[in-house]
């Protein structure tokens, strides 16, 4: 049964949700320049162009990371690693229980439109938002970034992928760490394109992983280990892992006893 309902959502309502994006998006594009109410509920300022824009727009990522940010009773505090136009951090702000978002996003035109959308939703006095991104080094470095699919922007050098480069800071775990300073429980949200692992063993090395209590991770097992992702975890003292989708590329929620 199980199979068959994950066939459903990851498969038959994200690719119809995905065909709507691509069919209604330019009629939508013909509206105006004013915000765009997104299928999650939020304002997003208008980037038709874009695919990842349409993707938040029309809901084609699903509802299990929202329903777990909306769904958090007890007051925690929500990190977006590879945050893009914000989707998830502009969600996390609608939980009265969500006393901080600290958001990180190195593309500059990306970054540019996280503010926008922060400042339409009126989460701003409770956001951060960092033009960095967390590598194994600090400096500057280049970053491919796809015309046209903002959320497929990479330091992984991935075979085939194209793009204009863009440079960007990097940050390692002694720079992080001040910047996740606090006593509240965090949750944590990583989707950087293949460099999930890096990230999560920089962020292992901080105290602040401490206060980590559940991580929300992309996979793609074309070019990412899972099982390296879940040793670097397990170190860190997470034990529950539960997927989310189907075929190659999903997502992972990592939590602790």
């Given at each position: 049964?199980?199979?068959?309902?994950?066939?459903?959502?990851?498969?038959?309502?994200?690719?119809?949700?995905?065909?709507?994006?691509?069919?209604?998006?330019?009629?939508?594009?013909?509206?105006?320049?004013?915000?765009?109410?997104?299928?999650?509920?939020?304002?997003?300022?208008?980037?038709?162009?874009?695919?990842?824009?349409?993707?938040?727009?029309?809901?084609?990522?699903?509802?299990?990371?929202?329903?777990?940010?909306?769904?958090?009773?007890?007051?925690?505090?929500?990190?977006?690693?590879?945050?893009?136009?914000?989707l998830y951090s502009l969600i996390a702000a609608?939980?009265?229980?969500?006393?901080?978002?600290?958001?990180?996003?190195?593309?500059?035109?990306?970054?540019?439109?996280?503010?926008?959308?922060?400042?339409?939703?009126?989460?701003?006095?409770?956001?951060?938002?960092?033009?960095?991104?967390?590598?194994?080094?600090?400096?500057?470095?280049?970053?491919?970034?796809?015309?046209?699919?903002?959320?497929?922007?990479?330091?992984?050098?991935?075979?085939?992928?194209?793009?204009?480069?863009?440079?960007?800071?990097?940050?390692?775990?002694?720079?992080?760490?001040?910047?996740?300073?606090?006593?509240?429980?965090?949750?944590?949200?990583?989707?950087?394109?293949?460099?999930?692992?890096?990230?999560?063993?920089?962020?292992?090395?901080?105290?602040?992983?401490?206060?980590?209590?559940?991580?929300?991770?992309?996979?793609?097992?074309?070019?990412?280990?899972?099982?390296?992702?879940?040793?670097?975890?397990?170190?860190?003292?997470?034990?529950?892992?539960?997927?989310?989708?189907?075929?190659?590329?999903?997502?992972?929620?990592?939590?602790?006893?």
């Amino acid at each position: 049964m199980g199979s068959l309902s994950d066939f459903w959502r990851y498969g038959v309502v994200k690719t119809a949700r995905k065909l709507k994006a691509a069919a209604l998006s330019p009629v939508l594009a013909t509206r105006g320049d004013g915000p765009v109410r997104s299928a999650y509920g939020v304002l997003m300022v208008p980037n038709w162009q874009d695919t990842t824009f349409r993707y938040c727009i029309f809901g084609t990522y699903g509802s299990d990371l929202s329903d777990l940010l909306l769904g958090q009773r007890e007051e925690f505090v929500f990190v977006d690693i590879g945050a893009n136009q914000g989707l998830y951090s502009l969600i996390a702000a609608q939980n009265p229980k969500c006393r901080q978002i600290i958001a990180f996003e190195p593309v500059p035109a990306t970054h540019a439109r996280l503010a926008a959308n922060v400042g339409l939703n009126g989460g701003a006095e409770r956001t951060v938002l960092h033009q960095l991104a967390i590598a194994d080094n600090v400096g500057e470095v280049e970053i491919s970034v796809a015309e046209g699919h903002t959320g497929t922007a990479t330091l992984a050098g991935r075979e085939g992928q194209s793009g204009g480069g863009v440079v960007i800071q990097t940050i390692d775990a002694p720079l992080v760490d001040p910047l996740l300073a606090g006593e509240l429980p965090m949750f944590v949200k990583i989707d950087v394109e293949g460099l999930e692992a890096v990230v999560i063993a920089e962020l292992t090395k901080t105290e602040a992983v401490a206060r980590v209590q559940a991580i929300f991770y992309e996979v793609d097992d074309r070019w990412a280990s899972v099982r390296e992702i879940e040793t670097l975890l397990r170190a860190a003292g997470f034990t529950r892992f539960a997927k989310y989708g189907r075929g190659h590329h999903y997502d992972v929620l990592a939590t602790r006893s």
